[in-house]
């Protein structure tokens, strides 16, 4: 599993901004970022080099931060990829809540960030299928 960070954001002019900002100053890196969003306030979700401590952080900061446990899946940089992925948690039923996904440093492989019903039977599943779920130490300092 992958901690991540979540953060209800007030959907106004330059608060993405401050809060980026903050974690700038902190020195943290962030690896991913989406932001989900509706009228009124969003939803940021952060991968970085170091979770907790960005929500530590951002809390400090005013910004309501906490840690959410993702599935964090190495799927190869090619056409299907995803689709192979999505396969294996579909037959076994598990419905993913969100996903989002960025390309490793290397370039070779994408990693995909997936919020799961059940991360345990979708854990199972994903081995099964031979695919490669990355850990938390892969990403970021565990801290």
Do not use: H, K, W
Not at 47 to 69: H, Q
Not at 77 to 92: F, I, K, T, W, Y
């Amino acid at each position: 599993m992958v901690e991540q960070v979540s953060v209800f954001l007030e959907n106004t002019a330059g608060r993405l901004a401050q809060l980026t900002r903050v974690l700038g100053d902190a020195g943290i890196n962030m690896r991913a970022l989406m932001v989900a969003d509706t009228s009124e306030f969003g939803v940021v979700r952060i991968i970085c080099d170091t979770p907790r401590r960005a929500a530590e952080v951002l809390d400090r900061a005013g910004f309501g931060a906490s840690l959410t446990e993702v599935l964090a899946v190495e799927v190869p940089d090619r056409p299907g990829g995803l689709a192979d992925v999505l396969d294996a948690l579909q037959s076994e039923g598990i419905n993913v809540e969100y996903a989002y996904c960025f390309v490793e440093p290397s370039g070779g492989n994408a990693v995909d960030i997936l919020r799961v019903e059940d991360p345990q039977r979708a854990r199972l599943a994903l081995e099964r299928a031979g695919i490669r779920l990355v850990d938390g130490s892969d990403l970021y300092q565990v801290d």
